[in-house]
C-alpha cells in the first residue's frame, strides 16, 4: 500500500509526521507498506510551527498511491484553488482507496466540490469548515472513500483503523506509542 501525505503552505507537522512515522514503523515491521510526502513542487514548504520540509515527489512525477493523506493547513482553501492541484487530485481520485482529511481538511474538499455533507475537524476551524459541510460532533466520519477527523492524533488513529482494517498488523505502532506514555 503506498500511501501519500500532500503537504500544503502552513501544514501541521503535528498530523503529517505521526502519519509518516507510523507507515515507517509498520514497514521496519515487514509490512508491504510505504508513505511519502508529495507537494505542487519540491521547493522548500514551511510548516505551521516553522518546520521547512521538502516534499519528496512534485505532483508532476504522478506518483502512485492508493491513500491520500492532507494535513490539516491554513492555506488549504488557496491550494484547492489551485488549477495544478485540482487536475491532479482529479486525475488520481478514482484510484484513491482511501482519502484521510486533517483538523481542516473538509475545506480542502469542499473547495473542489467533493466535501462529504457531514464532516468532522478541529474545533479551531469549525467556522471556516461550517461554510462547506455540516460540522458534526464526533472526532471522525467516514463517507465513502472520504473520512474526515478532528485532526492531529484522530488523523493517526482513523487511517491506523483503515490498516487494521486492510489485514496490516498494527501492533508494532501502538507499542511504539505505549513507550511514548510510559
Do not use: C
Request: without cysteine; proline residues 4%; negative net charge.
Amino acid at each position: 500500500m503506498r500511501i501519500g501525505v500532500l503537504l500544503t503552505m502552513g501544514f501541521l507537522e503535528a498530523e503529517a509526521a505521526p502519519v509518516l512515522d507510523a507507515v515507517r514503523i509498520l514497514r521496519e515491521a515487514g509490512a508491504g507498506i510505504e508513505a511519502f510526502t508529495l507537494a505542487k513542487s519540491r521547493h522548500a514548504l514551511e510548516g505551521a510551527a516553522g518546520t521547512v520540509w521538502t516534499a519528496k515527489y512534485a505532483l508532476s512525477a504522478r506518483p502512485e498511491l492508493d491513500v491520500l493523506v492532507v494535513p490539516g493547513s491554513k492555506g488549504l482553501a488557496r491550494a484547492a484553488r489551485d488549477l495544478q492541484i485540482e487536475l491532479w487530485l482529479e486525475e488520481v481520485w478514482p484510484r484513491l482507496e482511501a482519502v484521510f482529511l486533517g483538523a481542516n481538511g473538509p475545506v480542502f474538499l469542499g473547495e473542489l466540490g467533493r466535501a462529504p455533507q457531514l464532516v468532522a475537524a478541529h474545533p479551531a476551524y469549525a467556522d471556516e469548515v461550517k461554510r462547506y459541510a455540516k460540522l458534526g460532533h464526533e472526532t471522525a466520519y467516514a463517507v465513502g472513500k472520504v473520512t474526515t477527523t478532528a485532526g492531529y492524533l484522530f488523523l493517526l488513529g482513523a487511517l491506523l483503523d483503515h490498516l487494521q482494517s486492510a489485514e496490516f498488523d498494527i501492533e508494532p505502532v501502538l507499542e511504539q506509542m505505549a513507550l511514548a506514555f510510559d
